[in-house]
């Protein structure tokens, strides 16, 4: 089945600068890969998505990008806030057939002010 | 609100107990699920349905016991638990069970097993 990895596990940014975050998976038919938010103490969100026939798709200070060839994915927050601050997960799933979201295990994001 | 509702929000349950979790999505969604959010296991699936038939059951101990009355009804009963199944337990939805759309989280149920 498919295996997401997720780095780093933990990241810390001064306000104002990048944060990326990296993700790889394992199952090459895989071809939906969402990213979600989740705040202290809330549910997590879908903030962003990419399906596999685009390299790159942005918003707002959000992007993401996918290297299929490579099978990775990365997130990409530029001029980070306070409010940034979350754990954020990576996803991957097939788009037709029978497989549910295979998370990453987080990465806990602080945007230090 | 994203539509997806889980009862109750915290529970405290001893060993030998026997208790239900609920969730209800308003969404029209034919997908439900189950996760276990862990500190070692941040997102774990645990059972996936669709349209009210179990199409995934990721290795859980018999200990959890899923129920869907329907589609937009979905239940965890619990019997027997350890301390190590003390985690946060989040229902989502989505159009289909399959990747490709979009999964909506309840706020979870934070139980704790004493």
């Not at chain 1, 001064?14 to 895989?30: M, P």
Request: hydrophobic share 30%; glycine share 6%; net charge neutral.
């Amino acid at each position: 089945g498919e295996n997401v990895e997720q780095h780093p596990s933990t990241l810390s940014v001064q306000e104002g600068d990048s944060a990326v975050i990296k993700c790889t998976y394992s199952d090459s038919a895989s071809n939906y890969f969402p990213w979600y938010k989740q705040e202290l103490g809330k549910r997590p969100q879908l903030i962003i998505d990419i399906r596999s026939n685009v390299g790159e798709k942005k918003d707002q200070r959000i992007a993401v990008t996918l290297n299929k060839t490579a099978k990775h994915f990365s997130l990409h927050i530029t001029e980070t806030q306070p409010e940034d601050s979350a754990v954020y997960f990576c996803a991957a799933s097939i788009n037709s057939g029978n497989t549910p979201l295979v998370f990453g295990k987080g990465t806990r994001l602080s945007v230090i002010a | 609100e994203t539509g997806v509702t889980q009862t109750p929000r915290h529970l405290v349950m001893g060993m030998t107990n026997k208790k239900s979790l609920k969730c209800e999505q308003h969404l029209g969604h034919n997908a439900m699920y189950w996760y276990k959010q862990s500190a070692k296991k941040p997102l774990e699936l645990m059972f996936v349905y669709n349209f009210k038939e179990q199409t995934e059951n990721n290795s859980v101990p018999s200990r959890f016991s899923p129920e869907c009355p329907n589609s937009s009804h979905l239940f965890l009963h619990l019997h027997t638990l350890q301390p190590e199944d003390s985690a946060l337990y989040l229902c989502a939805s989505s159009q289909s069970p399959t990747g490709g759309a979009e999964a909506f989280f309840g706020q979870g149920t934070r139980l704790t097993v004493v």
